[in-house]
């Protein structure tokens, strides 16, 4: 095998159509970002950064109706944890139902699994900036507002240029037997909460990741968590170096660090079915020069970004080797 071969095996499969689809979405985004003010617009490109990933899918030919769903339950995801935060018991009963879900989804409906992630994802970030009723509407808001630009967008792409709007194939549902799906559940609810719990008596700076880490390394197989663990937690790292080098060297110049968003974004979702080792490490780049933007002092986000991947990706595989007995 030549060495062109080998980096086309190691990346995997890219869909450079998904920037096409997505990029005006981005661009209308970010402008009215900017025109709004800074805290709309790194609200409005987190939303599209989350959502976006949608677009990609069908469900039973109705092209559009996951980036529809997602939106609705994302918002009021937002909204709820807005409110109630971190310390209400109702935040961890509704992470509880969420993780559970989200593990009995993963052989059910990938697409109903993908929306259950964008949910949990959405009440852990929100949940951490808590704040009163009106700035949970505002974000559950922000995030209705990102969804219908979207949706409109990415209709009116598909329109023009038919090929751009073709589904990406879903990930196969497997069949499991019934005491490994059991244990995949309570795997991943105890991971993801004690990642949180954890990251937070540690006082780690945007502690849901350590938390969303857990939820996305943990599988029903110790070999994929394991492979899954390295991969995320090397892409975090890369993520991290190099969102700290695009900031330091932009001088925080705002106009430089959102082309640079904007362009690296559109190139995630060509990516997502990609290694998850270059996956992650598009992803990261675009989440820490987006929390920079929000709360400066880019190294100490991406110190405690990877901290807190290490600490989900480490507490995962624990469990997952304790918890989870796979047929032999």
């Known amino acids: 095998m030549n060495l062109k071969n080998k980096i086309i095996e190691f990346v995997g499969q890219v869909y450079?159509?998904?920037?096409?689809l997505l990029s005006p979405a981005l661009i209308i985004s970010a402008c009215l970002g900017i025109y709004l003010g800074q805290q709309i617009l790194v609200l409005l490109i987190g939303a599209q950064l989350s959502l976006g990933f949608g677009a990609s899918r069908s469900h039973r030919n109705r092209r559009w109706w996951v980036i529809i769903t997602s939106t609705i339950f994302t918002a009021l995801a937002a909204t709820i944890g807005s409110l109630i935060g971190f310390n209400s018991p109702l935040f961890y009963l509704l992470l509880t139902i969420l993780c559970a879900s989200f593990a009995y989804l993963n052989w059910i409906d990938n697409n109903?699994?993908?929306?259950?992630?964008?949910?949990?994802?959405?009440?852990l970030v929100a949940s951490y900036y808590?704040?009163?009723?009106?700035?949970?509407?505002?974000r559950g808001g922000i995030i209705l507002l990102a969804g219908s630009i979207l949706l409109v967008t990415s209709y009116i792409v598909a329109k023009i240029i038919p090929k751009v709007s073709l589904a990406l194939p879903l990930t196969p549902a497997v069949d499991l037997p019934n005491r490994v799906r059991n244990s995949y559940i309570y795997t991943v609810v105890i991971a993801v909460n004690l990642s949180l719990a954890i990251a937070n008596y540690l006082s780690l700076s945007n502690s849901y990741w350590a938390a969303i880490a857990a939820l996305m390394i943990c599988k029903p197989d110790f070999k994929q968590?394991?492979?899954q663990a390295i991969k995320r937690f090397f892409g975090a790292v890369l993520g991290c170096l190099s969102a700290d080098l695009i900031v330091h060297v932009s001088h925080?110049?705002?106009?430089?660090l959102v082309v640079v968003l904007l362009i690296n974004t559109a190139i995630v979702f060509s990516f997502q079915k990609a290694n998850p080792l270059i996956m992650t490490f598009l992803a990261t780049n675009s989440i820490v020069i987006i929390i920079s933007m929000y709360k400066g002092?880019?190294?100490?986000?991406a110190e405690h970004r990877v901290e807190a991947t290490?600490?989900?990706?480490?507490?995962?595989?624990?469990l997952t080797k304790l918890l989870i007995r796979t047929p032999k």
């Not at 450079?16 to 096409?20: D, G, N, S, Y």
């Not at 925080?252 to 430089?256: A, E, K, L, R, S």
């Not at 002092?297 to 986000?301: D, T």
């Not at 290490?310 to 624990?318: V, W």
Request: charged letters at 10%; proline letters at 2%.
């Open 225 to 227: 968590t394991y492979l």
């Open 297 to 301: 002092n880019p190294l100490a986000v």
């Open 310 to 318: 290490f600490l989900g990706g480490l507490i995962g595989l624990i």
């Open 112 to 123: 109903f699994w993908w929306i259950n992630m964008q949910v949990v994802v959405a009440l």
């Open 252 to 256: 925080d110049h705002n106009f430089i």
């Open 16 to 20: 450079w159509r998904e920037a096409i």
């Open 130 to 138: 808590h704040q009163d009723l009106n700035y949970a509407l505002l």
